[in-house]
């Protein structure tokens, strides 16, 4: 890993924490706000690739866990990491890295596998992590945490989009090897 | 961010703090009698007493805990029962009021030190203390430059007739901020900071 990478892999955390600049939407189903924070997970996957994307994800988390207000709504601190939406939090290491191992599998990844790769990290994983925690931390089944969590899933699927748009044309234009 | 030794709580070291937190976390996640939980609470509230966390006017973003908790306690209580319900919101208080108030009486550099101590071990996979260092700092540089980036690309647009779409922001924004990540990296290497790796050696990009 030379510095560009390490100063890449900065970027996209930054950019995970910028993009919690865009105001929350608090849907009242169960209490998880809708960011645009997920975009920058999905795009630190998809821009980066596994290993470097999941570096930007944990080294956000790190500055959070330390206090820092980076998470939309001017949230932050350990307080993050014990409230029922935590599992959604954690995750996003993991959904980078499956986002960035998918994107990889493909020789020339088009939209419609980043797409694909997206919706599988940035969606299926980070809900395969955060949904039981909203069980286990509530106390309710799974099945109503997954209802609760459902309203975010038309958003989810717009943020994939628009960031596998962002990836392809990245890797287009700026010649970017994940 | 907290005044030095303001209380005994601020003069705790982050790493007690941490190891106190996990404890009380466990106790809590253990524990299932409301009477339990409702103690729990009190000795949070306690100790951020102690510490003299300002609670008028309450904290920032706890208008959204708050409604994170009521949802949480009236789902309960549909779902499953009023104990559980009563047991579930005592238990995230007590876990919330704790984790803020150790947040609130600790400097974020005491913690990052802390926290980056933790990782040390995660040396024999091949992360470098020096690099995460440096790579924290980083980021925290680039969220001023992006939001700044960002703002500076929208007026432009603006003028130009373009108006608020996704992806008219985020190209430019990606292209720019990844071209001054590259600069910042350069002239990191150029000050001969050692990375395991020799520096990129691919021609400049104009």
Partial sequence: MNTRDLARIALLAALTAALGLVPPVLIPAIGVPITAQTLGVMLSGAVLGPLRGAAAQALLLLLVAAGFPLLAGGNGGLGSFVAPSAGFLLAWPLSAFVTGWLVRRFRRPGFAPTFAANVLGGIVVMYAVGVPWVALTVGVDLGTALIGSAVFIPGDLLKAGVAAAAAVSLRRSLALQV | MSAASASPVHRLSAASKLAALAVFGLALVLAGDPVVLAAGLAAALAVARVARLPMIPPPRGTRTVAAVLLVVVLANAVTVSWVAALATGLRLSALIVAAAT??????????????????????????????????????????????????????????????????????????????SADAVADAIDARTFSTPEPPNTEPERR
């Fill in chain 2, 102 to 179: 150790v947040t609130a009486t600790t400097r974020a550099s005491a913690m990052l030190e802390t926290l980056s101590a933790l990782l040390r071990p995660l040396r024999k996979v091949g992360v470098d203390p020096e690099a995460v260092a440096l790579a924290l700092s980083l980021t925290l540089r680039f969220v001023p430059q992006l939001v700044e980036l960002a703002s500076e690309i929208r007026a432009a647009q603006w003028a130009r007739g373009l108006d608020r779409h996704p992806l008219a922001l985020m190209m430019p924004l990606l292209v720019r901020a990844l071209a």
